[in-house]
């Protein structure tokens, strides 16, 4: 899942900090982490934050293509749920949005129209932006709990059976006959550093009725994925 473990160090400062200052730097940390998992410069006002944390906000729009394949060769090492951070008891963290799988393939160079070229390498992965931002912060200590809809299809099975080994909750994740889990294909270009994705979104998002209220119980902190945002 789509985690930045060279920046490990610098997200767990700031998680062994929320105990002085849960309310700012959770934010922070959430917002950091799905700008890694979105791998897109996110628009955040620098200014209110001290300049060590401006640093590592600024370093996060820095980043290689390159990255991505890191994450896939680093994934099988962090396997399994991690303890929860004590000064974070009764901390949880709810997500609302995509959890879907990643077909990644790297490639010498990017294809030309009707051509037909081999990978160097492939990898299958979770993805979609809200799994992996809970995924990481689950693995950083915190409770996390995600809310989103699958298909009862075999990339669902998958999903959920990674989210569930990373001690994610998904007591409120919806599956759904009939419908096809979300997926993308990435194409890593080795020449340029770059990647392309296409993804194939579901065909219905969450409904009303399927939200329950009681999701938000003992819940400290709501993110919300761009596409589920008012």
Not at 13 to 18: A, E, F, P, Q, R
Not at 193 to 210: S, Y
Request: net charge neutral; hydrophobic share 40%; proline share 6%.
């Amino acid at each position: 899942r789509a985690t930045i473990w060279h920046k490990e160090t610098n997200l767990m400062l700031l998680v062994n900090s929320l105990q002085a200052y849960p309310p700012l730097l959770l934010l922070l940390l959430i917002e950091v982490v799905d700008s890694f998992s979105s791998f897109s410069i996110k628009s955040l006002s620098l200014s209110p934050y001290p300049p060590a944390l401006s640093s590592v906000l600024r370093s996060a729009t820095h980043r290689k293509a390159s990255d991505i394949m890191q994450r896939a060769r680093m994934q099988e090492g962090v396997r399994g749920a991690s303890p929860l951070q004590p000064q974070l008891k009764g901390k949880r963290v709810l997500g609302l949005g995509v959890a879907a799988v990643d077909f990644i393939a790297t490639v010498d160079h990017f294809p030309q129209p009707d051509d037909k070229i081999r990978s160097t390498s492939f990898s299958m992965l979770g993805g979609g932006n809200c799994a992996n931002t809970l995924t990481c912060v689950r693995r950083l200590g915190v409770e996390a709990v995600l809310a989103t809809k699958l298909g009862k299809d075999a990339n669902g099975n998958s999903i959920m059976s990674e989210l569930q080994a990373d001690g994610v909750s998904t007591a409120f994740c919806v599956c759904k006959d009939g419908l096809d889990s979300p997926f993308t294909y990435i194409i890593v270009d080795d020449a340029t550093h770059t990647r392309t994705c296409i993804h194939t979104p579901i065909g219905e998002e969450l409904l009303e009725h399927e939200v329950t209220p009681d999701c938000l119980d003992g819940v400290s902190l709501l993110h919300l994925h761009s596409r589920n945002t008012p």
